[in-house]
């Protein structure tokens, strides 16, 4: 079976939800969003769904500020329950970094964040718990919290429905159709789909499909790893949300008593990964380090039990930061690609921003041109000179 339709949308998680529905939302008719499984299955649902703008650089900062106010009007804009609770965030850095942090807490403020530069001291007055003594500095966004990702991306994909968009679940692409360097279809396992207009937003999959168009996108799949555990009972009330940049972890307040933490690999494992043959599981050694850093942090989290760990997988370009934009060599291709892990908090402002450049030509919202994909190319990567550099954790003792 073959049909037409005026753009096709590939990828079913936040991104692609976002770009169909701000699409139907500016008035395009015709809209076809194509997901492989289900809508949110990939990185999306494995998300840690933070809503926070702590960045090393104004324009990752910028698209997070505009879906952060998104987020908190969702019920108004988008309709349903996104899960987003408003919790407060700090992100904490070690004596080294900890001019870097109050640089970036600057630049924030000229975006626009709210956002203040704290001593150790003042980060014990929040959260009385946390162990300090490494700490040199934090950041605090008092209007920052976590929502649920599946459930965003369903309320998302929802109102695009119900704005004309046709959502296809359980449809795989196999292959971008090219002709002349132009974009006229997609191939798929429910018959071609005839389009001059593509949105590559396939997440870790965008590699692979990109070179269907005889393309090759600056983004490679990597793996990564996460989990929850059950918190102590002197630690049953909720805590802030962390960015621990002293050790390299996130974590943040789940239902009832459980945290919710973002593991790194350890610097053996290889992060090039396939996105349709990669373990799942997560080792034991990274579950005892995880809990380890998280109990640095928090000491009574030593008492911390675990529920469940998982892992995933998402793109990642080389200087991890996004990909967004139209691809310069095929007429009618776009791509939003190689998230890094910051796809859900920016989903909603790249849909507005892709939309825009597909309608009219240019993003005026958000400023997206950054993220431009031949930025490698032009050696204009974003690089900040205030990244933090973060030591190999060892534990005490």
């Known amino acids: 079976m073959s049909i037409s339709s005026p753009v ?6 936040i991104v692609g939800a976002s770009i169909a529905h701000y699409l139907a939302s500016m008035g395009q008719d015709g809209v ?7 809508i949110g299955s990939g990185a999306t649902g494995s998300s840690g769904a933070l809503i926070r703008m702590h960045y090393t650089n104004p324009y990752d900062a910028a698209l997070a500020l505009k879906s952060l106010h998104i987020f908190e009007n969702w019920k108004d804009t988008i309709g349903g329950d996104s899960g987003f609770r408003k919790t407060g965030f700090l992100a904490v850095a070690d004596k080294s970094n900890a001019v ?3 640089n970036n807490v600057e630049m924030l403020k000229d975006v626009g964040v709210n956002t203040t530069a704290l001593s150790p001291g ?7 718990f946390c162990n300090i003594d490494d700490l040199g500095a934090a950041a605090y966004e008092p209007d920052s919290g976590y929502a649920d990702g599946y459930s965003t991306v369903t309320a998302m994909a929802r109102r695009a429905r119900d704005l004309g968009v046709s959502v296809r679940q359980g449809v795989s692409v196999f292959e971008i159709l090219c002709e002349n360097d132009k974009v006229i279809g997609v191939r798929t396992s429910d018959g071609d789909i005839f389009t001059p207009t593509v949105v590559l937003a396939a997440g870790a999959w965008s590699h692979h499909l990109g070179k269907t168009a005889g ?3 600056p983004v490679g799949p990597q793996r990564l790893t996460a989990g929850l555990v059950e918190r102590p009972e002197e630690l049953k009330d909720p805590h802030m949300i962390f960015i621990d940049h002293a050790v390299g972890q996130y974590f943040r307040p789940d239902s009832n008593n459980l945290t919710l933490l973002g593991i790194r690999p350890g610097p053996s494992v290889d992060l090039q990964v396939d996105p349709n043959d990669y373990d799942a599981s997560v080792a034991m050694e990274w579950q005892v380090r995880s809990l380890g850093q998280l109990a640095h942090r928090i000491p009574a989290m030593v008492d911390a039990g675990w529920r469940r760990s998982w892992a995933h997988v998402d793109g990642y370009p080389p200087d991890g930061h996004m990909v967004l934009g139209k691809e310069p060599d095929i007429e009618g291709m776009y791509v939003a690609a190689g998230m890094s892990g910051s796809g859900f908090k920016t989903g909603p402002a790249v849909g507005i921003g892709m939309a825009e450049l597909i309608l009219e030509g240019e993003s005026r919202t958000v400023n997206i041109d950054p993220f431009r994909i031949n930025r490698f190319q032009e050696n204009e990567p974003i690089i900040s000179e205030n990244e933090y550099q973060i030591s190999e954790f060892k534990f005490p003792g």
């Open 32 to 38: 076809v969003l194509l997901e492989k499984d289900s």
């Open 122 to 128: 003042d980060i014990e007055d929040l959260q009385p």
């Open 215 to 217: 393309i090759q996108l």
């Open 100 to 102: 870097r942090l109050q």
């Open 8 to 13: 096709v949308v590939v990828g079913g998680g």
